[in-house]
């Protein structure tokens, strides 16, 4: 059972994810598709932070939380093997849109990015609703 402390943690990761997710599409009437790219991104990183919360942990490095959520959610049947493809979508499309100055990223591409990172989210609200009641 989780503790009052990680449970208030992962409730402030995941209003996280919510806000990015929202800023996203915020950014894409703004055309800054880039920046959109970048929250869809950390809209997934801050829903597996909230999960990995409940169980008390956590790690300074993407690669790390990444990691971790895969080989403790994903290869356990927690979550569907193809949130993992999704995942390494969503990093590598961030990562090319913060450090590759010459990555050009289509509006479709983006709202594509937003709705697989909306999808991944609304797992994580289901998975912790349900661990909230134990």
Known sequence: MQDNDQI?????RFDNALRCIK???LLISD???KSAANRSYYAVFYAIRAVLALDGIDYKKHSAVISHFRKEYIKTGIFDTSLSEVLSELFDIRTDS?????F???K???IRQIRNAETFVELVRAYLLNRFKQ
Do not use: G, P, T
């Open 104 to 106: 050009i990223i289509s």
């Open 23 to 25: 800023s996203s599409k």
């Open 108 to 110: 479709e591409e983006v």
């Open 98 to 102: 913060d450090y590759d100055d010459f």
């Open 8 to 12: 208030a943690l992962a409730r402030i």
């Open 31 to 33: 055309e800054d598709y």
